[in-house]
């Protein structure tokens, strides 16, 4: 199988001992790349050199966090500008803005500060003409407005981790956006998840680990890492009814795509 890790942190503090090994176990697992995530401004340099290492393997996307408060100071020390996540998104070897968004589980409603941040990303990605990558946790239909009311969609956005309904999904499809099915789907309580994932068209969904996080079954509770997007692939295979090898076909070439990464 082709396979594709849409989003992953192999560039965390839970991979410094073996990460030449992680990305071998992604070779040898048939996967033709991956996009690697930073969120705060100390990973911006560590994640450029990582993915320069891997050049048309590994791809970069940067963005601060909406976890992350202004005034917290041990992930960030500023009000960062559009200018900024610019400058920090034109490497070519970045093909996104990302992950950047809203949090409602560790924030409570109404968080001004986060939206500001979300909509200076999506000028950001617009200024550049490269897609959004969208964290969404407890705020799914919210950033869905937000990105339809921006235009989003002209660049492109994915709601990564995506883990509300079918309506929500369909909203963001409205918007032109992606949605990005990672481990959760394979859980025991995940009937939401899956019958989104079964309700989003094949050709709209991204596959994704967000590794060090959220192993799948069979591999929960272990560290994720991206070659286990396999058993996600497979997952998402079952809930559409096609072999595992197509879908993980078409989720590699809705990444590709989706990234302007050439085949």
């Avoid at 500060?113 to 990303?121: A, D, L, S």
């Avoid at 992606?178 to 050709?203: D, Y």
Wanted: glycine share 6%.
């Amino acid at each position: 199988m082709v396979l594709f890790d849409s989003h992953c942190h192999i560039n965390a503090p839970q991979f410094d001992s073996d990460r030449a090994d992680v990305i071998q176990r992604m070779k040898d697992a048939g996967m033709t790349g991956a996009v690697v995530i930073g969120c705060e401004e100390k990973e911006l340099e560590p994640l450029r050199a990582l993915v320069r290492s891997e050049p048309g393997f590994l791809w970069g996307a940067w963005a601060l966090h909406p976890e992350y408060a202004p005034d917290d100071a041990e992930h960030m020390t500023h009000k960062v500008t559009v200018e900024e996540i610019v400058r920090a998104n034109s490497d070519p070897s970045f093909v996104a803005v990302g992950e950047t968004g809203l949090d409602y589980y560790w924030q409570k409603p109404p968080v001004p500060w986060q939206v500001e941040r979300f909509v200076r990303h999506i000028e950001a990605a617009k200024r550049l003409g490269k897609p959004l990558i969208v964290h969404a946790r407890d705020a799914e239909e919210a950033a869905a407005d937000i990105l339809a009311s921006e235009h989003a969609g002209d660049t492109g956005f994915v709601l990564h981790c995506f883990s509300s309904t079918p309506e929500v999904a369909r909203k963001a499809l409205d918007a032109g956006g992606m949605i990005g099915i990672n481990g959760n789907v394979t859980f025991k309580h995940s009937a939401v998840i899956q019958e989104s994932c079964r309700a989003v068209p094949l050709e709209r969904i991204l596959a994704e680990t967000d590794c060090p996080y959220l192993a799948p079954v069979p591999k929960r509770g272990k560290r994720n890492e991206p070659s286990f997007v396999s058993y996600t692939v497979a997952k998402i295979a079952e809930l559409h009814g096609v072999p595992p090898e197509e879908a993980a076909r078409v989720t590699e070439g809705n990444a590709r795509r989706f990234f302007r990464i050439p085949p």
